[in-house]
C-alpha cells in the first residue's frame, strides 16, 4: 500500500485532444475468444423468502429480442448521444466487499458491506480523487458501492445520484460460486433462461446516454467490476466476448474522456487510463492469479520533452526527470522476477531498460556475498518505431508533448506501417513469453516508445489499425497484461498507463477544461 504522502500524486489526469479512431472493424467477426475448457459452477440456490434491500422491477429475457442475438459492430452503432462539451467520465469500482473477502461471486445481491479493508481502500480512493472538481456522481444503489462513493464524494455539497442501472451483473435465482478452469463463452452463458452478460451490455449502453445527455462536465461514476467493464467496453465499441478482458480491482480506477465532433454524431472517444488502483498492479487482485504477463514500459521523458525540439529521436538520453522516472519504474518492478527485458535502440529506451536490470539483477541482495541474479536484455530493431514517425508530413514539433489521441494526426500511410511493425513486436513478446513458460514467475518487459505500446495493446485484443489512438499513455508510465491460461490464451488487461509510482514526479495534474471547453456542435 502506497504512502499517505504518495496517493496524492496517483491520478495525473491529462487534457484530450482530438480522437477519431473510425472504429468500422469489430472484433466479433475476426475472433471470438475460444472456450478452452468447460466452466465449472457451484450453484447455492436462494430461498424464494429472502428479500433483497432494494426493489428489483422483473428482469427481462434475452430470448426472442434483439440482445438475444447481438453482434456489436462498431462503437458508432452504438448510438452514443453526441456532447457539446468536452466531458471525462472517471469510473470507480467499490472497495473490498465481505464476499470479495470469501472469493464469493456477489452479482446484483445486496447482502455484502464494505470490508475495513475497503473502507480503507476507499479513502485512499478520496485521497487520491481530492482535488478533482467532479460536477456530479452517479452511483450503484447496492451497498458496497454507495458507500464507496459516499467515502470518495466526502464533504461535497451535490447529493450522490444513484442509478438501478450501475448494479452488478444480474444472476437472479441464483448465487454462484465460480471456479473458472479456463475460458469461457461470455455472450452465450444462460442462467434462468437469461443471457447476463448480454443483458449487462445492453444496460451499460442506457447508463452512458444518462451519463452523456446530463450538463455535468466532470462525472464520477462508481459501480462494479462487471457493470464498469461493461460501460468501458461498450463506450469504445468492444463486444461482449470482451467481458473479463479489461480488468476493475477494487477502487481501481478507469479514466475516459468523450470530445464533440464538429459534425456532430457520437463524440470521439480515448481511454486516459484503465484500472489505476490504490496498490500496486503487481501485487493488485482482482483478476484470475497467474505470474505470466507482459510489462509495457514508456521510456522515461528524454531531454527533448522539455525542451520543445523532436520528440521523436532515437539519439536523445533522458533528462533528470527521465531518469528518476526511470529509476521509479525499476522499483515498481522490484518483486516482479522480470525475466527478459527487450527495449528498442533509443536512447531513452535502452536507458529505461538498464534501470530496470540493474535493480532487478540486485533485487536479492541483501549481504555482501551475495550473487546478483542474471537478467537477459535485449534490443530489438522491431521496436523501433521512431523511424517510421519520422516519415511523416507534420511539423513533429507540434506532437510535443504527446497529448491524447496524437497518433490520429499522422497520414494513414504511416499509421499502417506503424501497426504493422508493432504487429511484429508484439508476436516477439509472444514468443519470449513461451521460452519461459516452464518458469513459476514468467515476466517479460518490454522498454519502448508509446506510440508502439499503444499499438501493441491493439494487437492484444485483435482490433485493426482503425483503432490507434484509442488509449493514452504518459512516460514513465506501465501497462500491464496479465495471461492466466499462458501466452496462446489470450492477454487480460490489468492496468494501462498507471504512473502511482512516479508520485511527485509524474506528469501535473490537468483539467479537461482549456482547447475544447467552448466547442458547441
Not at 473477502?101 to 473502507?119: D, M, P
Request: charged share 20%.
Amino acid at each position: 500500500m502506497f504512502s499517505t504522502a504518495l496517493t496524492l500524486h496517483l491520478f495525473p489526469l491529462h487534457r484530450t485532444t482530438e480522437f477519431s479512431p473510425h472504429h468500422h472493424h469489430h472484433r466479433s467477426s475476426r475472433y471470438r475468444r475460444p472456450h478452452g475448457k468447460p466452466l465449472r459452477i457451484n450453484v447455492a440456490k436462494l430461498s424464494s423468502s429472502v428479500k433483497e434491500e432494494i426493489e428489483k422491477p422483473p428482469p427481462v429475457s434475452s430470448e426472442g429480442s434483439d440482445e438475444g442475438n447481438e453482434v456489436l459492430t462498431s462503437w458508432e452503432s452504438i448510438g452514443l448521444p453526441p456532447v457539446t462539451a468536452a466531458k471525462r467520465v472517471v469510473l470507480v469500482r467499490h472497495g473490498q466487499s465481505t464476499w470479495n473477502a470469501e472469493g464469493r461471486i456477489q452479482g446484483s445481491s445486496n447482502f455484502s458491506v464494505l470490508t475495513q479493508k475497503g473502507e480503507s481502500q476507499a479513502e485512499i480512493s478520496r485521497q487520491m480523487l481530492l482535488e478533482d472538481s467532479f460536477d456530479i456522481c452517479f452511483s450503484s444503489p447496492l451497498n458496497r458501492s454507495k458507500r464507496t462513493a459516499e467515502v470518495i464524494w466526502g464533504s461535497r455539497a451535490e447529493e450522490i445520484v444513484t442509478d438501478y442501472n450501475l448494479r452488478e451483473i444480474d444472476l437472479y435465482s441464483f448465487q454462484v460460486s465460480i471456479e473458472f478452469n479456463g475460458k469461457w463463452d461470455a455472450p452465450n452463458f444462460n442462467i434462468d433462461g437469461h443471457y447476463p452478460v448480454r443483458e449487462l451490455w445492453s444496460r451499460a449502453r442506457s447508463c452512458w446516454k444518462k451519463i452523456l445527455t446530463h450538463e455535468s462536465r466532470s462525472i464520477l461514476v462508481v459501480a462494479h467490476n462487471a457493470v464498469n467493464q461493461a460501460l468501458i467496453a461498450t463506450a469504445i465499441g468492444l463486444g461482449t466476448e470482451y467481458f473479463r478482458v479489461l480488468l476493475q480491482s477494487n477502487c481501481g480506477v478507469s479514466v475516459l474522456d468523450f470530445i464533440p465532433k464538429s459534425e456532430g454524431g457520437s463524440p470521439e472517444i480515448c481511454v486516459n487510463r484503465l484500472n489505476q488502483t490504490p496498490s500496486s498492479p503487481i501485487s493488485a487482485g482482482g483478476g484470475r492469479k497467474t505470474s505470466t504477463r507482459i510489462i509495457l514500459v514508456c521510456h522515461g521523458f528524454p531531454q527533448n520533452n522539455l525542451e520543445g525540439s523532436n520528440p521523436f529521436s532515437v539519439d536523445i538520453p533522458m533528462n533528470m526527470l527521465g531518469t528518476i522516472q526511470a529509476q521509479k519504474i525499476a522499483e515498481l518492478l522490484l518483486d516482479a522476477k522480470v525475466s527478459i527485458v527487450v527495449s528498442s535502440s533509443a536512447v531513452a529506451s535502452v536507458e529505461t531498460a538498464n534501470a530496470i536490470s540493474r535493480v532487478q539483477e540486485a533485487a536479492d541482495c541483501l549481504g555482501a556475498d551475495c550473487v546478483p541474479r542474471y537478467v537477459d536484455a535485449k534490443q530489438v530493431a522491431d521496436f523501433d518505431v521512431e523511424n517510421i514517425l519520422h516519415k511523416t508530413k507534420k511539423d513533429l514539433t507540434s506532437f510535443q508533448p504527446l497529448q491524447s489521441s496524437w497518433l490520429k494526426g499522422f497520414e494513414e500511410e504511416v499509421k499502417k506501417e506503424l501497426w504493422q511493425k508493432s504487429g511484429v513486436a508484439w508476436q516477439l513478446l509472444l514468443e519470449e513469453l513461451s521460452k519461459g513458460s516452464s518458469n513459476p514467475e514468467n515476466v517479460v518487459v518490454a522498454v519502448g516508445h508509446p506510440a508502439l505500446h499503444i499499438a501493441m495493446m491493439g494487437h492484444c485484443l485483435n482490433l485493426s489499425d482503425e483503432w490507434l489512438g484509442l488509449f493514452h499513455l504518459d512516460a514513465g508510465s506501465i501497462s500491464v497484461v496479465d495471461f492466466p491460461d499462458g501466452p496462446t490464451g489470450g492477454g487480460v488487461i490489468q492496468c494501462i498507463n498507471y504512473t502511482a509510482h512516479l508520485g511527485r514526479w509524474s506528469v501535473p495534474i490537468t483539467k479537461i477544461k482549456g482547447k475544447y471547453e467552448n466547442i458547441v456542435t
